[in-house]
């Protein structure tokens, strides 16, 4: 799977490391997703992190995936057709 492909798919229930200060550092499961942020069920607590300005690691299929959070700011229902 390309990284076009996986832009495409369901984010909630990966495991997700954010890349980017002042976020850094958090790890944890998504939980849920709107058009601006993730929900990450971080060590018991839920934390919110905006996806504009932050860079996500993914794991996915025992891959680990680097995703830009400007490239996906979509509602998740809508990026399927937005994703380019």
Known sequence: MNTSDFMRSEFIGLDVVVLSAPFSGITGRVVDET??????DSAGTERMVPKSGNEFRFTYQDRQIDIEG???LHRPEDRMKKVR
């Open 35 to 40: 058009k601006n942020t993730f929900t990450i």
């Open 70 to 72: 400007k490239s996906i």
